[in-house]
Structures are given as structure tokens and as C-alpha cells.
């Protein structure tokens, strides 16, 4: 299926990211006139810009239609509880983007960048601008996290049901800080001593983890049994691995001005995927891969290494497979037919996104 036959599915995310964007403007709107220091408004300012600034909100809107799949006594709070997993994600970008040193996300300014920006405006004498801004974009990634379990709290679900969602908010959280400690670990592994088992441990984590969690989430509040929790686990983890395989594709193969990031900046930070797993055979990449300095003629060189030995197909294969796995993963949750289509167009739009 192409993209341009997944109308429908790309106006109900629009519909529903809509619908998140408003609760994420009143979450903020309420928070903002707490009675502290006036940088620390502007501090919650620039986490409401930041989050405000794009996404595809594919977390909270799974959320929401897996709980509106299996139930037909509706709470509208919903909405405003699937921000916490919109929040963690969030804080999620603030962190990886100084551990991999980039400087823009959704075509803006990251969010430590911005607190550079910031403070050589607002106070041009200001020593360390660079270091003030590390420091902001930790501590934006930090109270992002506390701030999701605020938006489940403020909500009208029965308590038990808020605390068993809480506990599964802190296990995504555990399982997406150890993806990334692993992947930061394999970072500094030898590319050819790396397993397609090590790289999928860590999309389960970093990536998988939090999509999984967001519609156990959304499944807890409709069904408190939670009788499909086994399907509804490997459907997201196989789907959110196949998502992460996708955007390491995109990463090398992508346009810049689609996916509002730079390209090849996993060639130039060394990203351990398995793109570059199914071509470390060749000295070339071994050469260029992490080059801090790379040149675009370089990094066209290594793109073109991965095409003609067959890694970007076995890689794209793999992901083709986990989709499937997914698929075959949803035909047994009695989802009704709105959100059973919306899954479905989601694992077809997985592997046909250009964003």
C-alpha cells in the first residue's frame, strides 16, 4: 500500500493529534500560573514550544484507540491521560538529542539548542552559553518525565486504575533507559562483533518499549482484565522494532527536509543499525563510519556501498517481516472497526513513511 492510499488513516491522526494538541496546550495553560520565578515559567514555556513544535503524536493516539477498541463507555479523559506517554517521549528526544549532538528536530532549534539561543539573546555576557544549555535540556528531559504522571493523576479514571497505569508509565520509562544504555554500549562496539539479536534488544527498548506501554495503557482502562495484554505486547514490540528499523532507513536513504532533521547524521555519529551491521564487511565503511568531519561525497559513498551489497534490502526485509508478525499479532484482538482499521493502515504506513 502506498501513502497516498492511507488518506483516511493520516486524517484520523490529524484529527486525533489535534485533539492531543489541545490537551497539551491546557496541561501547560494550567501549569503556567504557578507562582515561581519567572525563568521557570519561561523554562515550562520552552517545553510546551518544543512539544508543540510537530510529532506525529503515534503514541497517544494509540493509546486512545486502543482503549476506544475495546470499549463503548467512553471517557474523554482518555485524552488527557494519553499525554503521559507523549510527555515521556518528549523528554526521551530532549536527552537523545545531546547524546547525539544534534542541534535540530522538526526543522527547529532542539531543545538545549534553544536555551543556547536563548541566553545569548536575552543576556549576551552570560559565560557558557553551551553548557547552560546542556544543562536546561537535561533538566526539560527530566521534569517532562514527572510531568506525565502529573497527566495521568489529573484525570477521572478510578485510582487503582491511575496507579496500575502509573506502574506501567515507570516500566516504559526502565525499559526505554535501558534501550538506550545498550545502544550507547554497542556504540562503542566493534561494528562487526554486533548481532541483528543485539540490535533488535535494543529497539525493543529504546523504541518498542513505550509504544507497548502506551496501549497497555489505553487496553487497562477499557478492559481492568486485561485479556488481550499478551497480543496487544507483541503486536507493539514487533511494530515499534519495524518502526525504528524504518527510521535508520530514513536516516541514510530520507530527505532532510521531510523528516526535519539532518541526513547521515547516524553515518557521522556511527549508529550501530543494520544497515551498517549487513556492510561492515567492507573497509570502506569501516573507514567513514563516525567520521565526525564526514563530507557529503563520503557519506554518498557509504549510502551507495549499502544499496549495492544488499544491506538496505536485508534490512528493509527484516522490518517487512516484524510487520507482518504484527499483522498476524492484531487479527486476534477483537478490536472494533474504527481502530482495527486505524492499527492496520498504521503497520502499512510504518513501512511506507518518508517521515
Not at 189 to 208: C, F, H, N, R, V
Request: proline share 3%; glycine share 6%.
Amino acid at each position: 500500500m502506498k501513502l497516498e492510499e492511507l488518506k483516511n488513516f493520516k486524517e484520523l491522526l490529524a484529527t486525533e493529534g489535534q485533539t492531543i494538541n489541545f490537551e497539551i496546550a491546557s496541561f501547560f495553560n494550567d501549569y503556567l500560573v504557578i507562582d515561581v520565578d519567572p525563568f521557570v515559567l519561561q523554562f515550562y514555556s520552552s517545553l510546551k514550544r518544543f512539544i508543540m513544535s510537530g510529532g506525529k503524536r503515534l503514541r497517544p493516539v494509540s493509546l486512545v484507540q486502543t482503549y476506544k477498541g475495546l470499549t463503548t463507555n467512553e471517557n474523554l479523559d482518555i485524552y488527557k491521560l494519553s499525554l503521559c506517554t507523549e510527555f515521556l517521549h518528549n523528554a526521551s528526544l530532549a536527552h537523545d538529542d545531546i547524546i547525539d549532538h544534534d542541534d535540530v528536530r522538526r526543522g527547529q532549534p532542539t531543545l538545549h539548542i534553544g536555551f543556547v539561543d536563548w541566553l545569548k539573546y536575552n543576556l549576551p555576557k552570560a559565560p557558557n552559553p553551551e553548557d547552560f544549555g546542556l544543562c536546561m535540556g537535561i533538566l526539560g528531559g527530566d521534569s517532562l518525565i514527572q510531568l506525565g504522571i502529573k497527566a495521568i493523576q489529573n484525570t477521572t479514571f478510578d485510582t487503582e486504575l491511575k496507579n496500575r497505569a502509573i506502574q506501567y508509565y515507570i516500566r516504559a520509562y526502565e525499559e526505554l533507559i535501558n534501550g538506550v544504555v545498550f545502544e550507547s554500549y554497542l556504540q562503542v562496539q566493534p561494528i562487526d562483533e554486533i548481532t541483528i539479536d543485539d540490535y533488535l534488544k535494543m529497539a525493543a527498548g529504546k523504541t518498542s518499549a513505550l509504544f507497548e506501554k502506551s496501549m497497555l495503557i489505553g487496553g487497562l482502562m477499557a478492559d481492568p482484565e486485561e485479556k488481550y495484554k499478551h497480543d496487544i505486547s507483541e503486536f507493539a514490540i514487533s511494530l515499534g522494532q519495524a518502526f525504528q528499523i524504518r527510521d535508520d532507513i530514513l536516516g541514510v536513504f530520507g530527505q532532510e527536509k521531510k523528516l526535519g532533521k539532518p541526513v547521515y547524521s547516524d553515518i557521522r555519529e556511527g549508529k550501530k543499525t543494520l544497515l551498517v551491521i549487513f556492510s561492515a564487511e567492507e573497509e570502506k565503511v569501516k573507514e567513514i563510519y563516525g567520521k565526525k568531519d564526514i563530507s557529503l561525497e563520503e557519506a554518498e559513498t557509504v549510502k551507495k556501498i549499502m544499496e549495492d551489497t544488499g544491506a538496505l534490502e536485508q534490512t528493509a526485509e527484516i522490518a517487512r517481516d516484524l510487520s507482518e508478525v504484527a499483522r498476524d499479532c492484531l487479527s486476534r484482538i477483537p478490536f472494533s472497526s474504527g481502530p482495527k482499521k486505524f492499527f492496520q493502515d498504521l503497520i502499512d504506513f510504518v513501512q511506507e513513511r518518508k517521515y
